[in-house]
């Protein structure tokens, strides 16, 4: 087969302050910037990116791969007009020229526009309206995809992560490739049956480390058969406001028959584990008490992660919550990252090490209930924001944070940078100096991707609720268009609109 590759990857949060722009999207951060052509088979090696594992189980085969356009930001507000039009044609004219037998593409499944609800879903029909009705068009989802009429009717497969902190984002392109193979060899198009699951799933209970989703995915992959050769099961990204926005299972079958068993059983045990989706939260003053009396005599770090002002799932990495928390506790040997403030980080290289800096640090997102910690600092570190990263989540991943330093106060120490990504990995505290390993505390904007690499050196995790625009609890959104009926947390409130 001649196959067209591409991608276009976003995770919106239709509460977050902050919109994704064209720039965003261009730009290398956290991970790569927009990428066209053969230069997608350049930049997508030994990468724990779908569409690295895509190519490398394609690689050495019959079929050749022609590569159009891929391009991914750091979760946020919606995604403006003009970026998802200028990339969703640059991948649509490049699927157009390559007049492919099939397309893969590698999505997310949560992206909101400012004109679209359903941006993967608007993308998949342009696709198809492009190759006609018998092209295969397969596609690998992120787990928290939030699953629509549209993207499902539009393509012939689609396949999503079971992990979460996300380590087989690789793997799950290469199970789409398997798929689209075994249609060259003959397999039919797959049937296709989908159940909504009638609540929301806050983010922080969604880890796949943790009960109940750990044995809901081992019920999955035990339902797999010859007769349903791919099951999915997306808790959804509880923090995008339209209709479609929720939990789903979806099973493709040889026949419409042994799609729907599948896709009942497993709908069936999601519907009875709903009690279990809960995870308790603390405040922040709360959090970081408990892990002082925690880490005391502890040969390893207590770890928070500051959820809420997650920047991967829309937050700004910003807010100071945790960081006053820490301060106003008295905690020692203790650091917080990432805090992302382009003017801080300028004024640090400004100073150099060794020398105090006065100003006032984050608090720049606007969010209710946050501010700029005005403070004076000691500049301990400093660099260039270039990070190899060797976690299991980020593995061979080199983010570019632009200028970033490392500042202390009070036996608390910083790690401030330009651009923003979630601090899953060690090494976002190694590149300015800090060994998270000696740390008594750890304090992470991150909600559960870096529980991969974290968790074999935590005492123990907790999660605290600060000031955020994540909020831990999906049923305090101010939620306006929610399908009718679905209830807003576990076991909570049905949405009913105003």
Known sequence: MRIAIGGFQHETNTFAPSKATFEDFS???????????GDILDTMV??????????????????????????????????????????????VDGIRDAQPDAVYLDLHGAMVTEHLDDGEGELLARVRRVVGPQTPIVASLDLHANMTRQMLECADTLVAYRTYPHVDMADTGARV????????????????????????????????????????????????SHD?????????????DFPECG????????SAGSADAAADALARLVDACEAQFDLQVLEPEAAVREAMRLALGASRPVVIADTQ????????????GMLRALLA????????????????????????????ITLGLGGKSGVPGDAPLHATFRVEALSDGRVLCNGPFSRGATMVLGPSACLSIDGVRVVVCTHKTQLADQALFRFVGIEPTEQAILVNKSSVHFRADFTPIAHQILVAAAPGPMIADPSQFAWTRLAPGLRLKPLGREFRAR
């Open 228 to 240: 349903v050769p791919t099951l999915s099961f997306t808790p959804g990204f509880p923090a995008a």
């Open 329 to 356: 506790c008295g905690a020692r040997r203790a650091a917080l990252g990432l805090m992302v403030d382009p003017a801080a980080a300028l004024a640090a290289h400004a100073a150099g090490v060794g020398r105090s």
């Open 309 to 320: 002002d997650n920047p991967g799932a829309g937050g700004n990495s910003d807010t100071t």
């Open 46 to 91: 030994a990468r724990n990116l779908p569409i690295a594992g895509f190519i490398a189980q394609m690689k050495g085969s019959r079929h050749q791969l022609v590569p159009t356009a891929w391009a991914s930001c750091e979760p946020s507000a919606h995604v403006t007009q003009d970026a998802f039009e200028r990339i969703a044609t640059m991948i």
């Open 27 to 37: 730009r290398d951060g956290g991970w790569p910037g927009l990428r066209r052509g």
């Open 177 to 224: 490739a398997y798929l689209l193979a075994q249609r060259s060899d003959g397999m039919p198009r797959p049937a296709v049956a989908v159940r909504r699951v009638p609540f929301l799933i806050p983010l922080s209970s969604q880890s796949t480390d943790l009960e109940p989703a750990r044995a809901i995915y081992a019920a999955l992959a035990a339902l797999e």
């Open 247 to 254: 939990p789903a299972v979806f099973a493709y079958g040889r």
